[in-house]
C-alpha cells in the first residue's frame, strides 16, 4: 500500500511566522503536489514537482514556496504565515502525472492567528 | 487554471434513494478521475475515465465519460449512509472540481 505522511495533522502558527509543513511518501512516486482545502473552493494546487529538485506553479503558488531535495520528500513552506492562509493542506503523491491515480496524506490542518 | 464545474454542490439524499452529480468542462478534457472524501478524511481515487462515452461501475456507482468529452456524472443507486462523503472530480487541469457533498437522511 501507498503510503503518504505528512509531518503534523494540526498545526497553529502565529501571523509572520515561517512554517514549513513535510511530506513523504513511500512508493518512489515520481511526482509529488501540495493542494489546499477550502469550503466550497476543492481542492487547489499550489504546487507541485515531477523529480527532485524541480517544481511548476499550481493554480495559487502565491506565498507559498516548496522544496524537494529527495524523490520521497516535499516540503511546502510559508515564508510569511497569513490568516488567510488558515486552510487544511493535503499533500498528494502519483507514479505518472497527476492525471493518474493520486494518493493523499492525512492533512494538515493550519491554522494562522 | 481553468475550472471545472461541479454540480450540485450539495446534495441530501433519502437513504435509499438514488443520485447523480455532474462534472462540466467547457474544454474537452483528455480522461478524468472520481475522488471520494469521507467526512474528516483524505481523498480516495475512485476510477479514471478516459474514453467518449465511457461507462464504468463499482457496485452501486456508475461513472460516465460523456460523447464530447466535455462533461462526466457520477450515479449512486439506493443510496445508503456509508455514501456520505463529498464526491470530486479531477479534469486533468490544476485544479479539483468543487465537490459534491453528500448528505444521507436515514
Not at chain 1, 523529480?51 to 522544496?67: A, L, N, Q, R, T
Request: hydrophobic residues 30%; positive net charge.
Amino acid at each position: 500500500d501507498v503510503k503518504v505522511t505528512q509531518s503534523s495533522r494540526y498545526l497553529v502558527k502565529r501571523t509572520g511566522e515561517k512554517v514549513f509543513l513535510e511530506c513523504v511518501q513511500d512508493m518512489d512516486h515520481e511526482n509529488m503536489f501540495w493542494y489546499r482545502q477550502d469550503p466550497g473552493l476543492g481542492l487547489r494546487l499550489i504546487y507541485f514537482s515531477y523529480d527532485v529538485k524541480m517544481k511548476e506553479k499550481g493554480d495559487i503558488p502565491e506565498g507559498y514556496s516548496v522544496s524537494r531535495e529527495k524523490k520521497e520528500r516535499f516540503s511546502l513552506i510559508l515564508e510569511s504565515a497569513s490568516t488567510n492562509q488558515t486552510s487544511m493542506y493535503l499533500c498528494a503523491s502519483s507514479l505518472y502525472d497527476r492525471n493518474v491515480e493520486q494518493y493523499f496524506g492525512p492533512g494538515t490542518r493550519l491554522t494562522v492567528t | 487554471g481553468q475550472q471545472v464545474m461541479q454540480i450540485p454542490q450539495y446534495q441530501h439524499v433519502q437513504e435509499g434513494e438514488d443520485f447523480t452529480t455532474y462534472c462540466n468542462s467547457s474544454t474537452t478534457l483528455s480522461n478524468i478521475q472520481w475522488y471520494k472524501q469521507r467526512p474528516g478524511g483524505h481523498p480516495v481515487f475512485l476510477i479514471q475515465l478516459v474514453k467518449s462515452g465511457e461507462v464504468k461501475k463499482q457496485k452501486r456507482l456508475t461513472f460516465q465519460f460523456g460523447e464530447a468529452k466535455k462533461n462526466s456524472s457520477l450515479h449512486i443507486t439506493a443510496t445508503q449512509t456509508t455514501d456520505v462523503g463529498t464526491y470530486f472530480c479531477d479534469a486533468s487541469k490544476l485544479t479539483f472540481g468543487g465537490g459534491t457533498r453528500v448528505l444521507v437522511k436515514p
